[in-house]
């Protein structure tokens, strides 16, 4: 018996059972994924938003703001990487001229500080690359950049180093109900009973709506897809650059990764699909195409890597979250599309409140532990720490990624965390290996190798993302002699 299961291990319910955890509570974070963070939460821009677009008095601006205010504490106490850098919302016309003022007093009315306009000259000599055409920007200085999936999996280990219980690979296909009560989960692992059960499922999340017996709220995955550029892009692009928004997206933007990469897009496309993640050849042009009108001098053969994100575009346009009175038991996370990122510690203490005025009884556990420590980054060590490393294990002496710079010990330790990655989508998460221009061309045979025997399987068992996405489909005869 739990007293509270978290349905979604994304970015969303991961900060939901790390605020939990705080208190004496049996906690079940569970996912139908092979790792946290598998959903939106590894496919997005990765920008902790300000909070100047979205509507006054909406929960997304509310929680926007209050989760952007949190960004400090939070990555400080999980050692996730965060820069404050601020970002730029771009004009191109006298028209963008009137939706930078616009956005400027929405920024102000939802209480944000360190807005300013920009002249287009300022622009340039702040912005080099920029488009000839622009004609000023809006200065947003409480934005900045993040590791989307770090955070996540930085709150979920914090989580579990707190007592919470993580079930990976569970995926919940129903309630228990008594009379209108949730009582708790159907899994393919079986029942699981609880006192509060919330879900945090990102697109799914008005299935299982569907799933308690609650209509009304529908969620439309919009696709947005995105191309990644090798670092040497990063000579060309110095800040995060929004265009004007449209009404249904932020736009295509150009802006430089935490990790030193630049990314462009999204697309903004409603499809029918929960599970497509295809990207497109159009898409992918729209994504070049809108990102040279903001910087021209971008080079298409820097693109390393293209992917896909699913919005959880919801049917009210805002947040929903909400305990309702007629299935008792149940609290419900919907349509946590962009900012979710930048909220989700704010929406995660606006939950334990929530569960607290309803009854759930919250007692601080004095053994709380609110820091986490990641495991090294050989590459941005000093030399001397460097060395330190090697002299006590080194494993850390052995680089398995040349364009990442991440050795053989990062890899092992990503093997053995306290949510050990299992995949080599999980281990690239963990560790980067894999992620730079190369692509895994270089280091995958090494990495399969490491990977089998940490964790004590055959190399043909390893896969990219769990089910039958093996890597090495059968072993050679003169390979097996
Ligand atoms: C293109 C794009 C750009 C974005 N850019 C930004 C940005 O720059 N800044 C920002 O703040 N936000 C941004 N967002 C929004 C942000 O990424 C999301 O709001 C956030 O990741 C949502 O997290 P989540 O935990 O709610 O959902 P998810 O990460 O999707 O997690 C939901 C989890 O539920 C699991 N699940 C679903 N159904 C079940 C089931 N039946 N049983 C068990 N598990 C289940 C899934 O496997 C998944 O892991 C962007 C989103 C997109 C798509």
């Known amino acids: ?98 939706t930078l003022e616009d956005l400027y007093r929405r920024g102000r009315q939802n209480g944000i500080r360190g807005l300013s306009l920009v002249g287009g000259p300022e622009m340039r000599s702040r912005e080099p690359g920029i488009t000839e055409s622009v004609t000023g920007a809006l200065f947003a200085a409480t934005g900045g950049l993040v590791d989307p999936f770090a955070l996540c999996y930085a709150a979920a280990e914090n989580a579990v ?17 008594e009379d209108d009560a949730v009582v708790g989960v159907r899994t393919n692992r079986g029942e699981f009973r609880s006192r509060w059960t919330v879900i945090s499922a990102g697109v799914h999340a008005d299935d299982l709506m569907r799933a308690a017996g609650l209509d009304g709220f529908t969620i439309t995955p919009r696709k947005g897809e995105y191309f990644v550029l090798d670092r040497a892009a990063r000579a060309q692009v110095r800040n995060v650059l929004f265009p004007c928004p449209t009404p249904v997206s932020k736009g295509i933007l150009v802006t430089p990764t935490i990790h030193g990469n ?30 040279l009108k903001l910087i021209p001098g971008l080079e298409s053969r820097q693109i390393i890597r293209s992917f896909t994100g699913l919005r959880a575009s919801g049917s009210t346009g805002d947040f929903m979250i909400d305990a309702p009175k007629e299935r008792p038991g149940l609290l419900i996370l919907a349509g946590i599309e962009s900012p979710g990122l930048t909220a989700s510690p704010a929406i995660a203490l606006e939950v334990v409140e929530m569960l607290r005025e309803a009854g759930l009884e919250l007692q601080e556990r004095a053994e709380y532990v609110p820091l986490r420590r990641g495991i090294p980054r050989f590459s941005q060590l000093s030399p001397a720490e460097q060395e330190a490393l090697i002299a006590r294990d080194p494993r850390y002496g052995r680089i398995i990624c040349r364009c990442e710079t991440v050795t053989e010990g990062e890899v092992v330790a990503a093997c053995h965390g306290a949510i050990p990655a299992r995949t080599y989508d999980a281990l690239k998460r963990r560790t980067r290996v894999g992620t730079g221009r190369c692509q895994g061309g270089f280091d995958l045979p090494l990495v399969l190798e490491i990977m089998a025997r940490e964790l004590g399987l055959s190399p043909l068992e390893i896969t990219q993302k769990g089910g039958a996405s093996n890597i090495v489909v059968r072993r050679t005869k003169e390979v097996a002699e």
């Open 161 to 177: 180093g707190n007592g919470a219980e993580l079930l990976l690979e569970t995926e919940v296909q129903g309630f228990l109900r």
């Open 262 to 291: 630049v990314m462009l897009g999204p697309t903004a496309t409603d499809i029918d699909d929960k599970e497509n993640l295809s990207t497109t050849p159009e898409g992918l042009n729209e994504v070049l195409t809108g990102a």
């Open 1 to 98: 018996m739990y007293d509270v299961i978290i349905i979604g291990a994304g970015v969303v319910g991961a900060h939901i059972a790390r605020a939990l955890s705080r208190y004496r509570l049996r906690i079940l974070l569970l996912d139908k994924a092979t790792d946290v963070g598998d959903g939106t939460t590894k496919a997005n821009t990765a920008i902790v938003h300000a909070g100047y677009d979205a509507k006054p008095g909406s929960n997304k601006a509310r929680l926007n703001v209050a989760g952007n205010a949190l960004f400090e504490q939070v990555c400080g106490e999980l050692d996730v990487e965060f820069d404050r850098c601020g970002t730029y919302v771009v004009g191109v016309s006298e028209e963008d001229r009137a």
